[in-house]
């Protein structure tokens, strides 16, 4: 039986995809809409979102929420990323980092999973890296052109075909942690 | 019988109050945590919010929501301004506005009523203004420091008396329409 993941993203159906299919595990797409509550961690937001739309579907599912936090903004945009992408794009983002030299900042995703009148587990996942000096590249989306893993060769997340980010990436990396952990179930 | 107003923010108390009084209205203050979901619009957050107080506290209440809209922002930072404050502050506002020349912001307040097992009613207040180049005052919160009212004669919410800012503010707007309401029940 397909495993639902629940999202309106198209690049991270794309994302997971290609991890899924490494895994032998068979991936149906759905794009219900689930409430997101503010809070500053990702956990707080995904878990009750998945349950939401476990109970929507009345289907096991997954969903994933993902935020860029950097340091020496303690933390913005967080868990807010999509709203200040909407809003500020890239560009604020470079524009609020002028003559910083602190450009530490992570990638941070949480996968919540859920089944029906069960409670959600949640799984984690982050990589380290620095917001570049200008944007570059055009693949993945959001904030991939101002992002530059640490493990990486200094190329943004945007440079990179979805396999490389799939390598290194905070989403792979809880995708990764979740699908390990669901095969053994 | 005292009006409930669930809020955490010492600072809503102080205006609430002083609006309650000219109403002959007694205020009582509770501060009931209750989930704010993610949302373009205020009213979007405060009808779950006061729903949800109520049902917490099995009591009439109400609730308020309040957000700073900079228009050449695209409506930044919006429903997120107390996570804005906190991790940017006044400062990286400042920061992303310049060398802007519009410098145009309206604050939106959004006020919640709800009486135990019924539908929310939400009314709503705004005030225009422009975003000061540096932020002065030591009054109210936020981002009272940078927000000049057009309405005003120059001077920062935060230059302003908490009954001067009542005389024009978005908060005391949506407040008075409620509590005109209110009172005609």
Redesign the interface.
């Known amino acids: 039986m397909a495993l639902i993941f629940v999202t309106g993203n198209r690049h991270k159906v794309e994302e997971v995809s290609e991890l899924a299919a490494r895994h032998g595990i068979e991936l149906e797409h759905r794009d219900t809409p689930y409430?997101?509550?503010?809070a500053?961690e990702l956990e707080q937001?995904v878990r009750p979102g998945v349950q939401q739309a476990c109970a929507l579907l009345r289907q096991t599912c997954f969903a994933e929420d993902a935020g860029l936090f950097i340091e020496v903004?303690?933390?913005?945009p967080?868990?807010?990323s999509n709203?200040?992408f909407?809003?500020?794009g890239n560009e604020?983002l470079l524009?609020?980092m002028?003559g910083e030299n602190d450009r530490r900042a992570e990638f941070r995703s949480a996968v919540g999973y859920c089944e029906p009148s069960k409670r959600p587990e949640v799984f984690m996942g982050k990589v380290e890296g620095t917001i570049a000096l200008k944007a570059k590249g055009t693949r993945g989306f959001a904030f991939d052109t101002i992002f530059v893993p640490s493990e990486g060769d200094g190329r943004t997340f945007a440079e990179m075909s979805t396999g490389e980010k799939n390598r290194l990436s905070h989403r792979a990396r809880a995708i990764e942690a979740f699908f390990r952990w669901y095969k053994q179930k």
């Open positions: 409430i997101e509550i503010q500053d937001v903004l303690h933390g913005f967080g868990p807010y709203f200040v909407r809003t500020l604020g524009k609020l002028t």
